[in-house]
């Protein structure tokens, strides 16, 4: 059964990268497009990364544009964030998510699965 197990997340001091993984249990059409949300504190939860099931396309949110990359492995069945110059900014619980479209996969309300998330958290 799709399940979104998500690892990787941490402490990181400000301008440094950290890698976040996403493993899912069973890979489905209503899982085929994987990607990556975030909530920060008293903000509300925003797509940030999106891969289709043959690695293009992918999505990216404006704010993170050029230093985060998400990849995937699917003899794994994992989804990777590579995020690289971290900011203050950055700091935020990720969700890892899945959708049957990109489309689906860039709005919160059409997500079909959730990861339970991980905390980054990016120090000065």
């Known amino acids: 059964q799709v399940q979104l197990v998500e690892s990787g997340g941490g402490l990181v001091q400000a301008g440094g990268s950290l890698t976040l993984s996403c493993t899912n249990g069973a890979f489905t059409y209503s899982s085929s497009f994987m990607g990556w949300f975030r909530q920060a504190p008293g903000k509300e939860r925003e797509f940030v990364a999106g891969i289709s099931w043959q690695g293009l396309p992918t999505s990216y949110a404006e704010s993170i544009q050029g230093r985060f990359t998400i990849s995937r492995d699917d003899a794994k069945n994992t989804v990777y964030l590579r995020m690289s110059s971290l900011k203050l900014e950055d700091t935020a619980v990720y969700y890892c998510?899945?959708?049957?479209?990109?489309?689906?996969?860039?709005?919160?309300?059409?997500?079909?699965?959730w990861g339970l998330g991980t905390q980054v958290t990016v120090s000065s």
């Open positions: 998510a899945a959708a049957s479209t990109m489309r689906d996969l860039q709005d919160k309300r059409s997500i079909n699965y």
